[in-house]
């Protein structure tokens, strides 16, 4: 079986082919093609409730935009902290050489990304979203830091990419909110690789170390961490801004509301299964 | 908003989402994440809802993690200001 060293290598051979500019990529044009959508609409986040049925057209099509603006401003801030960690990462000597190589590919391809993110962002809404998760000091199990943090990597990454591979391909949407997403797809598809593949090392290394205590601990805190990182794409100030009434309760319905936790489900299933395979979660949660 | 409304809300906010339930001693001096009440997760949604019960988006770069310690610093941090 390929070891992480090697797939870096072969990861590091096609970052280099594929390698492009982030600033002659796009025609960012002034505005967007009127009457397109921004986001299929079944990934609209209250998609499938009485709140998105009582919208008219027009409506459905200007909270897609903002519906844009969320994901790409939560990718985003989720690329933020995984920069810095990678940064903290290379030239480790716990990491070879390879992977230290391929690691400057993909802290410069995730620093492509927020640029193109942040441009659309700022041009076309007008502001990134907030960050609202807050980070707090806490101890951690040898190589529990470690795993943590590969674990939101792929939470981000995973998440990011299943609505990155359907609003590619939906023709309803606007052409340059799909180059965006299939941009950012072609480099996830290589950091998804090296990093299902690293963090299965690192689980094989760890986990068996950890007491059962430890592993049930980190078992509650991933599922937690799930479920916040989906409680960002029902983002009450982006419903504001596309102008619709009591924000904060829209959130919580659509959170609670059965057809958003089946997307939910569908949208996670990739992710949890792999999560449940290298034995970081003991079974597949509801989220 | 009334302070004593305020911190009530905020009390009945923890009180649904704490890990454990609340012992009687409970108050607004009592430490909610040191104590595991609340998770750092929780912080998220908690933001949130005090972004609605303010009426204003809170800035989470101004805002420092002492800031959830209890229902005094919450209501310093987001509620004495405003």
Partial sequence: METATELATRLTGASRRKAWDVYSAFNWTASLEAGRWCMPPELISIYGTPAYEALGDEQKKRLSLFEIGNFFSLVLQGERPLVQGLVHRLYLNSSSREITEYLHHFVDEENKHMVMFGEFCNRYIGKVYPEKKIALAREYAKGEEEVAFFCKVMVVEELGDFYNVLIERDERVAPLVRELNRVHHIDEARHLAFGRLHLAELSARYLFEWPAETLAGFGAWLVEYLRASWGDYYNPTMYRDAGLADAYEVRQMAFAHPACAAHRQRASAKLVKYFVKTGLLAEEPLL | ?82
């Fill in chain 2, 1 to 82: 908003m009334q302070e004593l409304e305020v911190r009530g809300k905020l009390r009945d906010w923890i009180a649904k989402h704490a890990k454990k339930p609340l012992t009687a001693e409970f108050g607004d001096e009592t430490p909610v994440l040191e104590l595991g009440i609340l998770s750092s997760l929780d912080v998220v949604e908690f933001v949130l809802f005090i972004e609605d019960l303010r009426g204003g988006d809170v800035d989470a770069d101004d805002i420092g993690p002492d800031a959830f310690t209890n229902i005094n610093t919450l209501y310093s941090a987001f509620f004495a200001r405003s």
